[in-house]
């Protein structure tokens, strides 16, 4: 089935330490990959996104994130974590088929430690 | 200032009795959607809307209804909600190509008793 798994339900990390959030994705084609943030009680915000070109694509908030084909993974990273930067981040893809459905993965909860 | 809204934010229901969650966007997109929230699962399509008078099921549509009458709304009905639609619910909206980026809503919390 296709399908996006996030591994890590739960990372904490110390404020200005390094950040990686893994993403991986089941699909025989390339998707559109996304990752997006939702801070507590808020909607969510789009932090970057990939179609084609250049596998290390640059987003807001100091994020970025590397496409690897042959690891089907879009993992996000930032090298200096701030505490603003506790949410939980959901990675997703757009697929064949209807329309602009985002199929999500189930999300990764970071908690920043000061 | 461009941005999706939904109505209302917050919202407590006994089982069966109807209700409508609305969405209106201001970019003038044509494809719109809903998804709800689960701990542990996700965002999940329930219906989306290509255009005006054009909807179709996502992945979890039954005990859902939406309509698309004007470009600017889509209202998510629930004619006789239960405790499983307890949920966080989400309208998205985006250009109509496949791919392009959706701007969410802040979010409408249900909860059926």
Redesign the interface.
């Known amino acids: 089935a296709q399908s ?1 798994t996030q591994p890590d ?1 739960h990372i904490t990390v110390s404020e200005g330490a390094s950040l990686e959030l893994r993403c991986n994705y089941s699909y025989g084609a390339t998707p ?1 990959l ?1 990752w ?1 943030v939702q801070s507590p009680g ?5 932090l970057l ?1 990939y ?1 084609s070109g250049d596998t290390l694509v640059q987003g807001i908030k100091g994020f970025e994130a590397e496409f690897k084909r042959s690891q089907s993974s879009f993992n996000l990273r930032k090298p200096s974590v701030h505490w603003s930067d506790a949410a939980e981040y ?1 990675c ?1 893809v ?1 697929l064949g088929g ?5 199929t ?4 990764t909860q970071l908690k920043v430690e000061l | 200032e461009a941005q ?1 809204t939904q109505n209302p934010r917050y919202l407590i229901t006994v089982t069966g009795k109807k209700l409508t969650v609305t969405c209106s966007q201001n970019m003038n997109h044509e ?1 719109m ?1 809903w ?1 709800r929230q689960d701990p ?6 329930i219906y ?1 809307s ?1 255009n005006v008078e054009v909807t ?1 099921k ?1 992945d979890v549509p039954e005990g859902y209804k939406v309509s698309r009458k004007e470009k600017r709304n889509f209202p998510l009905i629930l004619e006789s909600p239960s405790p499983n639609q307890t949920s966080l619910y ?1 309208c ?1 909206s ?1 250009p ?7 701007y ?4 409408t919390r249900l909860l059926v008793l």
């Open positions: 996006v339900i559109y996304f997006y808020q909607g969510l915000q789009l996104k179609f959901f997703a757009v209807g329309g602009n459905k985002l999500f993965g189930t999300g | 999706v494809y959607s998804y542990g699962l996700g965002l999940r399509q989306y290509m179709d996502g989400f998205a985006s109509p190509g496949r791919g392009e980026t959706q969410f809503g802040p979010g």
